[in-house]
């Protein structure tokens, strides 16, 4: 059960890491022309700066990583 616990606070902690990424990294961007295709225009997601890029491959190889132990233990 400690196991369980443990994975759980670790899905929580990258959550917050997550969220941190989206506010503080990411922003979007109102796509030119796009309101006479949709009401109110389209928006996408800005091209990252490199340090922001880097953040995102850490999050998501321990994201991977993490999944993997969630496996194992689903396994076991």
């Known amino acids: 059960m400690k196991k369980i616990i443990t994975l759980v606070q670790a899905f929580k902690d990258l959550e917050e890491r997550i969220n941190d990424f989206i506010n503080d990294d990411s ?22 700066k490199p340090v922001a890029i880097s ?13 993997e132990k969630v496996r194992t233990v689903l396994k076991g």
């Open 27 to 48: 922003c979007i961007e109102y796509v030119e022309g796009s309101e006479e295709v949709v009401a109110g225009g389209a928006y996408a997601w800005s091209k990252l």
């Open 55 to 67: 953040r995102q491959e850490h999050i998501d190889a321990d994201y991977m990583e993490l999944a």
